[in-house]
């Protein structure tokens, strides 16, 4: 510590020389290497962050192959090789739930994808700024309410003492049974996710457009295009490298779907409708005990997962794109 | 873009167009609005008006306090949201703290370790730990129940870093030449050049923490008791499960708080959000998102 202060006041005291060639090359080098230093001592308490909370966690994956007793520890129980997987693979109820995944996921791709897209064209076509700025800000809010209020918000407004509802009965129409219905649950979750989502999600597009050059309207313009044309030949041609990254890391994250979203509903509708692997390892252990198994179907999750955002990465470069990781 | 700027180029819109496009608009607005002014006006009315209308209010004919006031009054809800309060604020500090000087030690060439690091912490994107062993981790470290295992474990988004680090690279090159002519020390370039520079940086990620800080319920429920909850936890057990969507809640007792209680807690977990968000705003429109989304 003593050399660093030393070395600091001697940068000081020797400035005129630093327009020295030679002399500046010098002193930059003595600078690098405390620069260096303390630029690692900086970047130590993030560091330490990482290590502990995420690889340190990570090596716990090793109790997937135990079978955990939390009395003896992670390190004490005893060793069961693959019974864990095998156990999972032979669970019906794991297979449910993968299914379920797999099956919201692509409910998602389907009818979630294409909203934010939509919207974004039809904010980007807004000429009236004032207009389009008040309506992405009141798009944008809803991916800053946590999913505990979301949920509350669809009770209040779809439950069975809800406002739909509630219309409905004046009307006298029947009425509508969503929440806490399990055959609704899917749809449901989607129309959440529209809800939350889909106005943040318009940002990457709107982005994308923004992009367009201006003098390419014009041109197709003057040569005749009306605006379907234009939209044809212009916009789409310029954004379809968005799309096609976003649809393909959607596609490498098909195993994610909103675990808190599905947690806090879960109870209401039963597993059948509403399991899905993230919450299959949340209730088997933390709520079941059933650590090394819990983590086996994490572990399996976590594997498959990476394998495949890491191949949606390749296919997005294969196809000319720039993917997440460079 | 000026107000209004329709290019010279582009044909007069059809009417039919304009008003399709007005329809769409409006309810976007709507479906985005009515679900909190359901909760709001529900909020506010009374308890017998709320439930001769079958569990909620579009529009208060005689607006109350009252549900708001018997919140205050202390319990449950008041201890929630000072907890809330404090993680939110103590954690912000500490996650902007740590990504700061990560993110800048990794914007800076030639850092000892820095490639590694950098490639450690974005391998972390591509695989997450998982919930078992992380629950375990905590466990082991002897966290449980501490409100510091609502914040170690989030400590830093690989995301928010991301963006941090972007803005520190684009920052030029020569106001750090500059500094280092002057004779500033690392730190000294941190603190007077750099952080003066990145307000909207330090801005923007410091809101998504605090946001993230304030909207999180699921650490709470896996390593808190009850009686250290903060308040999104206490939304999920008293309103959502209330409601019948889980039986969580049945044992403690609060179950049957008047429906109008229920709302009113909602409205408090919202409207801090809807307290920062236009400054959120205001930052989004300076690109400081866009220009990270795209790298």
Redesign the interface.
Known sequence: MAAVVRE?TG??AV?PS?HHPNGARTKRKG??S???????L??L???G?????????????V?AFKD?VPFD??WGSPWVGLGNFQRMFQDAEFWDAVLNTLWIAVLQIVFYFPVPLA?AL?LH???????R???Q??????H??????V???????L?D???L??YL?DAGLSTVDII?NPDAFKPLTVAQVI?KDA?WGT??F??ALSQVD?QQ??AA??DGA??WRRFWHVTLPAIRPVIVLLLIMRLGDILSVG??QM???R??VGPEAAEII?TF??YQ??VGGD?GF??AA??F??VI??LL??AANKVAHRLGEQGV?K | ???????A???KPRPTTQAA?AV??VV??L??????L??LS?SLASPKEVVD????V?WPTEPTTQAYRDIFEGGIVTHALGVSAGVTVVGTLFSL???V??????S?P?????RP?LL???F?F????????????VK??GLLDSYGSLI??V??NVFN?VVMRGFFQSIPEELYEAA??D?A???RV?WSVVLPLSKAALAVVGLFYA?AY?????YAS?YLESDHWPL??V??TY??AG??????ATSEGTVNAPQTVQ?AV?VI??VP??LI?PF??KY??KGV??GA??S
């Open positions: 600091r940068t000081e400035t630093r600078f690098q405390r620069r260096s230093r303390t630029l690692f900086l970047m308490p993030g560091l962050y990482f290590l502990v909370f995420h690889y340190g966690a990570l090596a716990g994956n109790i955990y520890g992670i919207l039809l076509t807004l000429t009236w700024s004032t207009v700025r008040f309506v800000s009141v798009a944008y809010l809803p800053f309410i946590s999913w505990v209020i949920v509350a918000l669809f009770q209040q407004v439950g003492t809800g406002m509802n509630g009965g806490g809800w106005g940002i990457i709107l982005a201006e309207y014009e313009a003057i009306g605006p675990f808190e947690l806090l509903q109870d209401a993230d390892v949340y252990g933390i650590y819990a983590a994490g572990l999750k976590g997962g990476a955002v890491y990781y | 873009m000026s107000a209004s700027a329709r290019p180029w582009m044909e496009k769409a608009l976007v607005v479906l985005v609005c009515v679900p909190f359901v909760i529900t209308n079958g569990g909620w579009l703290f740590c990504t000087t990560l993110a800048y030690a990794l800076r030639g850092v000892f370790g820095g690091v450690l912490v974005l972390t591509l695989f997450p730990p998982g919930i078992i062993p992380s629950f375990l981790l082991e470290l170690f474990p400590l830093i870093l280092r002519l004779g020390g690392d730190w941190l946001v304030w909207n999180s319920w699921f896996l999104q936890q939304l999920r309103v959502v409601s019948g969507l889980t039986d969580a709302m909602l977990a919202t959000i809807l968000y959120l705003q989004f429109t998102l866009t989304i795209k």
